[in-house]
């Protein structure tokens, strides 16, 4: 049971997404928080998806969701962790 899931893309050439994304996965998987990656360049469905989770036509990854409820993206994930309240953005 993963219902975590992080919306990414292994293609993309913005160093400031991959670096979004290298932050989200290192953080998730130092504080052992079990999740799903989902490349959004290997599907086009996987991208609308992720849009229509994030409520947003021209969303961007990284976005975070926990089962179909959304999470959020690196500014509210940075946010929450500054906030030291990571746990509930997840939906945890």
Known sequence: DMPLTLFFSSVSGSLELKKNQDRIFFVLESKKIPFEAV??????EHKDLMRKRAGNPKALPPQLCNGDIYCGDIAAFENAIEMEQLEEFLKL
Do not use: V
């Open 39 to 44: 490349d959004i360049s290997q599907n086009p």
